[in-house]
């Protein structure tokens, strides 16, 4: 966990506790944290087992991909977290700091901060989902949310400060990719509803027939 940190830090570094019961409580709370995160998709299971029964044949058709998309948005969401955005934002705060300062990083505020952002983006990749369920519901329409672009970018932004740590680099790298994440919710509103139209277009011609 403590990797992309670590190997931006002068040999020999490591991690301090700057209280009594955190060498206990942190490691138990990421183990605590893993396991929410890895049961995920199993608790989602069940769930699905028990109201999957009471579903028509095209509703199960809509709520497996929308179900197994949101799940791996998720995970996706967190593995760009890791692997993108730790690396950057990392080397960015141990770079800019006053040569004199040694990065001596507490393991619980250590792992508040990864945590959250892991939360964060995790989220935040579930725009495209949110997105399409809106246009197919019929809640909103994709000219309606095109128009709305620049309040979407600002919006975006104000998501970015508050889910994430107090600076630019952190709601930058949040915001942004929320933004593209809701220009493919945009597009893929537009599929389905050109394939509803042309659906709906075609049983329209069988009836006249």
Known sequence: MAEPLMELLPEG????????????????KLTLVVA???AIPFVLHQAWAFIAPGLYDNEKALAIPILVSSIALFYGGAAFAYY??????????????????AVMTDINQYLNFVLKLFFAFG???EIPIATFLLILSGATTVESLSKKRPYILLGCFVIGMLLTPPDVI????????????YEVGLLFGRLVRKRKEEKEAAEEQEAEL
């Open 36 to 38: 929410v995160f890895i």
């Open 123 to 125: 989220v935040a990749f």
């Open 170 to 181: 952190s709601q930058s790298l949040l915001a942004i990719p929320m933004y593209l994440l």
């Open 84 to 101: 993108v955005v730790f690396p950057l934002l990392f080397e960015f705060f141990t770079q800019t700091g006053p040569e004199n300062v």
């Open 13 to 28: 570094s490591q991690m301090i506790a700057t209280e009594v019961a955190s060498p206990f409580l942190a490691p138990f």
